[in-house]
């Protein structure tokens, strides 16, 4: 594998991403940059819309393709935003409205513990019949007030305790060495490494 084309047109996850995969020595193109449009996302859960995403930038590469799905899963929600967090409260898609009506949801539950969760697939090609799959998992809660300005989506909403700040409080270079997106890609070189 000399190139991977990434199945996302989300700005921050494209960062991350970018960041994330600098060591590894393959060229790394958004699929934006080869005209290939936005995958559909109709799944119920996070692996089968990473894999529909990896596929379908695989067949219009005709080459490896790495999909991420990912979101907030807030238990006291049922889960929810989940897999919908970008379209939370609808379109056009809205980081502020989301955030707004996630602390909505949550301004009367006192248990508001949630985590990110990210799946990442990697096709060799859109045939492949194993593709390579990973999670990763970053647990926190949410706060009512926003604190911190970098980041994306959740992040200025999303507390970790243990390091008593937001993500959004973090440096990128720290985010991308704690996020689910890097625990899951940590995983993935690992399978990658192994051979498997």
């Given at each position: ?135 990763g998992r970053w647990e926190g809660e949410v706060v009512l007030t926003p604190q911190g300005s ?47």
């Open positions: 594998m000399k190139r991977l084309v990434l199945a996302s047109r989300n700005p921050g996850k494209l960062r991350e991403l970018q960041a994330l995969l600098q060591p590894v020595q393959w060229e790394v193109v958004p699929q934006d940059d080869l005209g290939i449009s936005e995958a559909p996302e109709p799944h119920p859960t996070f692996v089968e819309n990473a894999l529909s995403k990896a596929r379908h930038a695989a067949a219009h590469s005709a080459g490896a393709a790495l999909a991420d799905d990912s979101g907030l899963c807030v238990p006291a929600l049922g889960g929810a935003p989940g897999v919908i967090s970008a379209h939370y409260a609808g379109e056009p898609k809205s980081d502020e409205r989301n955030n707004r009506k996630l602390v909505e949801a949550l301004r009367d539950v006192k248990d508001r513990r949630a985590h990110y969760h990210c799946v990442l697939v990697l096709l060799r090609s859109a045939e492949d019949p194993e593709p390579l799959i990973a999670e970098g980041g994306f989506g959740y992040d200025p909403y999303f507390y970790l305790p243990s390091l008593g700040c937001t993500v959004a409080q973090l440096e990128p270079a720290e985010k991308n060495r704690l996020s689910h997106r890097a625990l899951a890609l940590r995983r993935l070189l690992e399978l990658l490494r192994a051979g498997t």
